[in-house]
C-alpha cells in the first residue's frame, strides 16, 4: 500500500530507479561480462602458445 | 566497387572486421540513449491519462521488439548454420541469445513496472505478456541446450532446432493482441497514422535505433570471444597482434 502511495508522489524517481537503472544496470553488466569473457580466453590462448613454443 | 560479401562469412575474415566495427556502433548508441532520454524526459510531454508513467515505454517498446527481431534474427544464423553448415553463422547465433534474453527480461520487467500503477497489478497472464515470457524461456532454453552439449557443433545442430521451432512465438507474440481480447493495448504506431505527440515518438525512435546499436555492438563483442575460444587451435588466432601481445 505505501508502496502505490509513494510511486504516484514520486513517479518520475520510480520510472527511473525502476526501469531506466535497473536496464543500464544489465548493460552495464553484459558489457563486464564480455570483456572479462574476452580477457579470459586471451590468456587461455596465449598460454597454450606460450606452451607451444616451449615444447 | 563491388564487395565481396561472402569473404565475410568466414570467422578469419569476419573477426578483425567485427573488431572495426564495434566501436562505430557502440559510440552512436551511447550518444543515441543521450538524446532519446533527453527527448523522452525533457521535450516530450506528460501523457494527458497516465502522466509521468507513460515514460517506461522508451525502454519498454524498444525492449519489445528488439526481444522479438533478435530471435528472428538467432534463429535465421541457427537455420543457415544448420542448413549450409557455417560456423560463423551458428557463432552469430549463440552471441545473439543472451542479449536477446536480457531484452526480453527488461521487456518484462518495465512492463511490469508499467502495469502496476496502471492495470494495479505487477503481472496478469495475458496472452501479450504470456508469449512475450515463453519467448524468455526459449532464450533461457537455446542457451542451457547449447551449453549442456560439449561439442560445440552438436551444440550448434541441437540448439539450431530449438530456435527454428520455437521462432513461431515471434508472430504469436505481435499478433496476440489481435487475436484474443487482452489487457494489454495494441499498436499505437500504424500504417494509417498515430495520435501520438511527434516528441515522443522522436523519444521512442530514437531509443529504438540506441538499442539496436547497443546489440549489435554486444553481439559482435561476444562472437570475437566465440571465435577466439572455438578456433584457439588455429594457426591464424595465434598469429592474431592481441595474442602476441
Redesign the interface.
Known sequence: MSLDIWMRENPLTYIWVGSYAVAFAIFAIEIAMVVHKRKITLQQVRLMREAEENE | MAINWFKYSAPTTFYPLAGKLIPWFAISSAILFAVG?YIG?VVAPADAQQ???Y??IF??VP?SIISMFLYLIMAGYAALGLIFNTRLSSMMASAVA??GA?FA??SL??GA??G??MWGAWWVWDARLTSELILLFLYLGFIALHASIDDPRRADRAAALLAIVGSVNVPIIYFSVKWWNTLHQGSTIKYSGTSMHIAMQQAMFTMLAACWL?AIA?AL??V??II??RE??TKW??ELA??K?
Open positions: 532520454l524526459f502522466g509521468e508513467f515514460r517506461i525502454i519498454h525492449s543472451p542479449t536480457l527480461f527488461i520487467w518495465t513496472l508499467w502496476k500503477p547497443y554486444i563483442m561476444r570475437r570471444c577466439l575460444e584457439k587451435n588466432i595465434t592481441e595474442v601481445k
